[in-house]
């Protein structure tokens, strides 16, 4: 049973078009965060959601936002997509207590033509 | 500002010990961890340290000073499936974690 998972793992589409991507989790953890690692493979957190509540929101444009329709659920929506947001983009989820382990999703790279 | 360092390639022969070094710069710490993250997969966690000291877990050692804003992790017996990058991350004040831009170990046989 995946314990993260993300849909789909490769996304190609052409500038200016809006994409989503999903994020479930199965392992009934409070917070999901999406992360963007990109070609010199830093990991840079985008956001974060805590029962539902958007707790960290980094210097990301606007045109990127997060929906969690329940708490096993963080997907990523991207609008008028750019050729710098090629990356992978991972799906985490920790349990409660801030500094537990934070298990990943299996990445989705995204390839803006 | 926010700084993680990380030596960008390390090469290692199979059976032999490798360390990988890691230093911070942080506003706040809340513990420093360490990913393993082979090419096209996710990161996975490897180890925690919040405390000062050596921390032993099979092959793989971690070892923290805070007062020095320096880690490494310590390989033992390398196996050609140990060829991964290791990821180092802080975790803020902010409880936010800064990752470092990971260190990429290639094991030759």
């Known amino acids: 049973d995946t314990a993260v998972s993300q849909t789909p793992k490769y996304l190609v589409t052409q500038m200016g078009n809006d994409k989503s991507i999903k994020c479930e989790q199965n392992?009934?953890?409070?917070?999901m965060y999406w992360y963007k690692q990109d070609s010199k493979k830093f990991l840079k957190i985008m956001f974060s959601y805590n029962n539902k509540e958007l707790i960290i929101n980094e210097t990301v444009p606007n045109r990127f936002s997060p929906k969690s329709p329940d708490k096993a659920h963080l997907n990523l929506h991207i609008n008028s997509l750019e050729l710098g947001d090629s990356a992978v983009y991972f799906c985490a989820s920790s349990p409660p207590g801030v500094t537990d382990t934070q298990y990943f999703g299996p990445g989705t790279r995204l390839t803006v033509l | 500002g926010q700084n993680i360092d990380q030596p960008t390639e390390m090469t290692a022969t199979e059976g032999a010990i490798v360390q990988i070094n890691c230093t911070y710069q942080t506003s706040g710490f809340n513990g420093l961890f360490w990913y393993q993250q082979h090419a096209g997969e996710a990161p996975t966690f490897l180890s925690y340290n919040v405390l000062d000291g050596l921390e032993e877990k099979g092959r793989f050692s971690s070892f923290l000073s805070r007062s020095k804003g320096y880690s490494y992790i310590l390989l033992k017996e390398l196996q050609m499936k140990d060829s991964a990058s290791y990821l180092c991350a802080v975790m803020d004040s902010n409880y936010q974690l800064i990752w470092g831009a990971g260190t990429k170990l290639i094991i030759k046989p």
């Open positions: 392992l009934g953890h409070d917070t």
